[in-house]
T-cell receptor, first 111, second 111 residues
Framework: EDKVVQSPLSLVVHEGDTVTLNCSYE??????LLWYKQEKKAPTFLFML????IEKKSGRLSSILDKKELFSILNITATQTGDSAIYLC???????????FGAGTILRVKS | DAGVIQSPRHEVTEMGQEVTLRCKPI?????LFWYRQTMMRGLELLIY????????DSGMPEDRFSAKMPNASFSTLKIQPSEPRDSAVYFC?????????FGPGTRLTVT
């Protein structure tokens, strides 16, 4: 059965801290891994990763994929209260169309 | 483009009533997904359509749930009869190639 596992389930940090969120997967016919940020509304797209070792970066957020060890990390540096959200990891399949989501990591950044 | 449009945004109903949720995908997107999100179970895929055809409905919890996509610009998710355990946020998402976008969700409360 295809599986996506995120850790930690929740995390509380102070502004300015750096956090690392983890996503591991066991799927057949892997195509890509996606990260979403969900605040009070719908998930919004952050990154799509298809190749190992190539870092994707957007401001203070960055992510990398390891297809050998079957995991990805999402780093957030110099966290701000606006980074508080649920971060969702999802996996996409070759020849398929649906995403399999992890349970998410709830991040709370305290001022 | 206005993005994925869902209605209503909030629905409160009594147990036993019929509920219909509506979704208009982004124009040109050929796949449409219905998800349900709760604190306990996270984000669950209920059903998805490719080119208006239902492909995988294995996530639909019971026969009380049904979904239709009569054309490329409209889909409905119906619950009949509704039960308190159906209370959740229901998201519709549409996709083209590797890009999937979520609608704002419908928050359903069944009392």
């Amino acid at each position: 059965e295809d599986k996506v596992v995120q850790s930690p389930l929740s995390l509380v940090v102070h502004e300015g801290d750096t956090v690392t969120l983890n996503c591991s997967y066991e799927v057949t016919n892997f195509r890509s891994l996606l990260w979403y940020k969900q605040e009070k509304k719908a998930p919004t797209f952050l990154f799509m990763l298809t190749s190992s070792g190539i870092e994707k970066k957007s401001g203070r957020l960055s992510s990398i994929l390891d297809k050998k060890e079957l995991f990805s990390i999402l780093n957030i540096t110099a966290t701000q209260t606006g980074d508080s959200a649920i971060y969702l990891c999802a996996v996409d399949f070759v020849g398929g169309n649906k995403l399999v989501f992890g349970a998410g990591t709830i991040l709370r950044v305290k001022s | 483009d206005a993005g994925v449009i869902q209605s209503p945004r909030h629905e409160v109903t009594e147990m036993g009533q019929e509920v219909t949720l509506r979704c208009k995908p982004i124009s040109g997107h050929n796949s449409l997904f219905w998800y349900r999100q709760t604190m306990m179970r996270g984000l669950e895929l209920l059903i998805y359509f490719n080119n208006n055809v239902p492909i995988d409905d294995s996530g639909m919890p019971e026969d009380r749930f049904s979904a239709k996509m009569p054309n490329a610009s409209f889909s409905t998710l119906k619950i009949q009869p509704s039960e308190p355990r159906d209370s959740a946020v229901y998201f519709c998402a549409s996709r083209i190639f590797n890009e999937q976008y979520f609608g704002p969700g419908t928050r359903l409360t069944v009392t």
